[in-house]
């Protein structure tokens, strides 16, 4: 008998979900600049898809999950994958690796409900389009405060802005996908794996210096966020609104801010306070209707 994983449960089992993709996804960017230290972007991404990889397929043959039918899916799965693994995953070091702090990056990344909303073929409410303003709004007050830093690199911020295209673009794309999320993933990181490592000599080569912190930073990054977090967003964007579910993002600032000062001691401005209670009063405003699950 062919087995899948499903997700079931009650209701209450269902609600940890969001939360625990917004806490996952939050620390990412706190273990890569930590990981970032020890490696170069993209000796740190291959051996974070290679473990991701590896893991995502041993899952496969466990539960005997089918494979795509038709070359056209197979076209599909793995032109998604590069958009939201191989771009995300490659511009989103290179964000960090060029300036842009964890907590700022993961502000701009929560531009993608607007842009969801704006070009989604979802019906959005007036009340989540006042949501969606002022969460938007809330960036910008956040990235203009950054712009004026005296470490502010205009790489960096590109870096950045092609990560937010290629993770809206690719979610767009995963909402048409109904192959088991396992069998999914294996493919779309077998994908990036490829490409990682067909770049990877023409950018910087293999540099790691191995160590504890690192060893830590690699596999967190490489299971619970690329294997674990990754999950429950392909699920969350296979079940609810893509509007809601990607309107998750905006908690993820606020989160990753508290960490980054935590960690790193990188403080914002009372104006980029601002903006990130105007990101939670949107984020309230778009979750009143539609769902997530």
Request: with cysteine; aromatic share 14%; charged share 10%.
């Amino acid at each position: 008998m062919r087995k899948e994983i499903q997700l079931h449960g009650t209701d209450k089992w269902k609600s940890l979900i969001p939360i625990s993709f917004i806490l996952t996804w939050s620390s990412g960017a706190i273990f890569v600049k930590l990981g970032l230290q020890y490696a170069n972007p993209f000796t740190f991404v291959f051996l974070r898809f290679l473990l991701s990889t590896t893991l995502l397929w041993m899952i496969c043959l466990a539960i005997r999950s089918t494979f795509p039918k038709t070359v056209k899916e197979w076209g599909y799965i793995i032109l998604t994958g590069l958009l939201l693994q191989a771009g995300y995953q490659i511009f989103y070091f290179f964000a960090l690796e060029y300036q842009l702090s964890p907590g700022v990056l993961a502000i701009i990344l929560g531009a993608q409900p607007v842009i969801t909303a704006f070009f989604g073929d979802l019906e959005t409410k007036y009340d989540q389009w006042l949501g969606l303003f002022l969460g938007l709004s809330g960036l910008v007050l956040v990235v203009v405060d950054h712009i004026s830093a005296p470490n502010f690199t205009l790489f960096g911020l590109l870096s950045a802005l092609i990560c937010l295209g290629s993770i809206t673009i690719g979610t767009f794309m995963q909402k048409r996908i109904q192959l088991s999320q396992p069998m999914n993933m294996a493919i779309q990181y077998s994908g990036g794996l490829l490409v990682i490592l067909i770049f990877l000599p023409f950018f910087g080569g293999w540099q790691v210096e191995w160590s504890p912190a690192f060893l830590m930073s690699l596999s967190w990054m490489a299971f619970v966020v690329s294997v674990g977090a990754s999950m429950m967003l392909y699920f969350m964007i296979q079940k609810g609104d893509l509007t809601n579910v990607t309107s998750l993002l905006y908690a993820v600032p606020p989160v990753t801010a508290l960490l980054d000062y935590a960690v790193f001691q990188n403080q914002l401005s009372w104006i980029a306070g601002l903006g990130m209670i105007l990101i939670m009063i949107g984020l309230f405003l778009i979750q009143r209707r539609g769902k997530i699950l």
